[in-house]
């Protein structure tokens, strides 16, 4: 049972902007640990997508943005594309727990 | 660029025991610590274990201690899990990754790891 829970799935039509939440606790995104996103293609490999909260990997478009407040973080998509579906998740560690923990992950459906 | 290829995967019995290998290219291994993931089928991301650059500190996910063992040869530029007294709940694929602070930057394609009798 992950420390670390997210909406089982979102959708949007292209174009718009769809945000997924990662709602962690005081042992882990409420401490001050950063949230780190993961992005999972259908049939792939997850890719680092956000890390730091904000930060994007160099060739991550700008269209991913990352933000933190409290103890949760966010993902937001903005200009949302048909190769945006996949599997998102949030990842952070959890001092409770002394281990890092995923998200339960959001599944993205570009309608 | 990195590279990361794992291998070893395949089916073995319940109890029985199996060794994955991940072998680094395109970077200093011994510069950065690494980690496995594992997902199950159908499943979400699981953190397995983590090694840091010299091997001198390891951690493990509480499903996992005491059975798996983390290790590395930063001369063979490789990253290893020796894992024993498998359970069916082991099943998945495994994934090497490169690790910065608390994140892993970089992964491998995985490889299957099937319990079953």
């Known amino acids: 049972q992950s420390v670390l829970t997210q909406p089982p799935s979102v959708s949007g039509a292209p174009g718009q902007r769809v945000t997924i939440s990662c709602t962690g606790s005081?042992?882990?995104?409420?401490?001050?640990?950063?949230a780190h996103w993961y992005q999972q293609l259908p049939g792939t490999a997850p890719k680092l997508l956000i890390y730091?909260?904000?930060n994007r990997p160099s060739g991550v478009p700008d269209r991913f943005s990352g933000s933190k407040s409290g103890t949760s973080a966010s993902l937001a998509i903005t200009g949302l594309q048909a190769e945006d579906e996949a599997d998102y998740y949030c990842?952070?560690?959890?001092?409770?727990?002394?281990?890092?923990?995923f998200g339960t992950g959001t599944q993205v459906t570009v309608l | 660029q990195v590279h990361l290829v794992e291998s070893g995967g395949t089916l073995v019995k319940p109890g029985g025991s199996l060794r994955l290998s991940c072998a680094a290219s395109?970077?200093?291994?011994?510069?950065?610590?690494m980690t496995w993931i594992r997902q199950a089928p159908g499943k979400g991301l699981e953190w397995v274990s983590y090694?840091?650059?010299?091997?001198?500190?390891?951690h493990y996910a509480d499903s996992v201690k005491g059975r798996f063992t983390i290790s590395r040869d930063n001369a063979r530029n490789s990253l290893y899990l020796q894992m024993n007294s498998l359970r069916a709940e082991d099943t998945a694929v495994y994934y090497c990754?490169?690790?910065?602070?608390?994140?892993?930057?970089?992964w491998g394609q995985g490889t299957l790891v099937t319990v079953s009798s």
């Open positions: 990754a490169r690790t910065g602070e608390a994140v892993a930057n970089y």
């Open positions: 395109g970077f200093t291994f011994s510069d950065y610590h």
């Open positions: 090694i840091t650059t010299s091997g001198s500190t390891t």
């Open positions: 005081s042992s882990n995104i409420g401490a001050g640990y950063d």
């Open positions: 730091g909260n904000i």
């Open positions: 990842q952070s560690y959890d001092s409770r727990l002394s281990a890092y923990v």
